[in-house]
């Protein structure tokens, strides 16, 4: 097929895999979301890039045909087959590159809902800085170093790490000259780069540009493109949206506190389906409410086992995905805690990092009693009340 010379920008859409962890007996790119292919997703996004871009798709050698029938309604793509590994295959893309090409993407077709504009912001980094660019979101676990017997050897400060995703971006000559280079198989494009000297750089990545790994991924997928099925209209999103949301949990005889994001030990715990994390919760309401999306229970219901002990953060990270689907963005979340304990105040500045880092945007907490009145006030429970800000989609 043919490439348009005038491309100064090429993407290397990795589909080769076996993608056997997905269990769906077909390669993870041709597996079907929502009556398409993961591999078409992820060309979409793509071709509504500002700048127009040279799409190689590398597949595994007996899809040839099919990726491209698949390919040809949604771009005009160079379709070549793959090697044995990721690596392998990045190099057979990158030798069907056009002349005129200069800054090169290479993107996982697992990450098929990667929005637009993180494609158009790594091409920016890389154009404006001449170096390579990595999209990469905070690490909001706590991460151990463990020894061959799993025992933890010691915590990883998480302030200095951060999850990479795809699209990866490099200059042309800096990405060749790599592979050239590569004598070892490594986990990423970034890491050859580095290796033969280049600097690469860190850009703020997305949520939606998540992984499809497992059979839970799909179903998060699915959820996800019928949120988006839902949008509300563009007059809506263009105006800042405010919501409501309120969550309360009475103490449980067993288990461990969680709250606001974090574990709070020798705490009683809350009751609940999932962790009982009162704050979390009503934030998560606000959030939903304000987009118009529903509430908690309609979203994550339940009845689903995935979320049953889940903790706040798995909330909180899938919906700021709904969010992002409906063309919102987040501006703050302000939270009141009322209860007696735990004593809040002592922990606040941590729970409004914690709870900040996950959704991308400001969240501040106040802590109150009612002097001894009420459910709250005997210590029988926990009451939480959240309004958020929602903003349109830069």
Not at 9 to 26: E, F, I, N, P
Not at 266 to 276: F, Q
């Amino acid at each position: 097929m043919s490439i348009p010379q005038r491309s100064r920008v090429a993407v290397v859409v990795v589909a080769a895999g076996s993608g056997t962890r997905l269990g769906a007996g077909m390669p993870k790119a041709f597996v079907p979301v929502s009556g398409a292919t993961l591999l078409e997703h992820a060309v979409a996004s793509i071709r509504r890039m500002e700048h127009e871009a040279q799409v190689i798709a590398v597949v595994p050698a007996d899809r040839v045909d099919e990726s491209r029938a698949l390919l040809r309604s949604v771009a005009q793509a160079t379709v070549v087959p793959g090697g044995a590994s990721r690596q392998a295959s990045v190099a057979a893309g990158l030798e069907t590159l056009g002349d005129d090409v200069q800054t090169v993407l290479v993107h996982d077709a697992a990450r098929a809902f990667t929005p637009t504009a993180l494609f158009d912001a790594v091409v920016a980094a890389v154009e404006s800085s001449g170096e390579g660019a990595v999209p990469g979101l905070p690490v909001s676990d706590t991460v151990k170093r463990t020894d061959a017997a799993s025992r933890i050897t010691d915590t990883v400060d998480r302030s200095e790490l951060v999850a990479v995703q795809t699209p990866q971006g490099f200059p042309r000559a800096h990405l060749v000259e790599a592979y050239a280079l590569a004598t070892e198989e490594v986990t990423d494009d970034a890491a050859l780069v580095a290796a033969a000297g280049h600097p690469v750089r860190i850009v703020r990545g997305d949520a939606l540009a998540f992984k499809v790994t497992t059979p839970a991924d799909l179903v998060r997928a699915e959820q996800l493109l019928a949120a988006s099925s839902l949008t509300p209209s563009a007059a809506t999103v263009a105006v800042p949206r405010i919501g409501l949301g309120t969550d309360t949990h009475a103490f449980a005889a067993d288990g461990e506190l969680w709250l606001a994001g974090l574990r709070w030990p020798g705490e009683a715990a809350l009751a609940g389906h999932s962790d009982g994390d009162a704050v979390a919760h009503a934030m998560v309401d606000a959030l939903l409410s304000a987009a118009g999306l529903g509430d908690i229970g309609t979203a994550f219901g339940t009845d689903d086992p995935r979320f049953a002990g889940a903790h706040g953060e798995v909330f909180l990270s899938a919906t700021g995905e709904l969010l992002a689907a409906a063309g919102f963005r987040i501006g703050n979340v302000s939270v009141q805690l009322i209860g007696n304990r735990p004593r809040f105040s002592g922990r606040r500045a941590e729970a409004e990092q914690m709870l900040s880092g996950i959704l991308g945007a400001p969240v501040s907490i106040s802590a109150t009693t009612t002097d001894g009145l009420g459910f709250t006030g005997r210590g029988e429970g926990i009451t939480a009340i959240a309004t958020a800000l929602l903003l349109p989609a830069d």
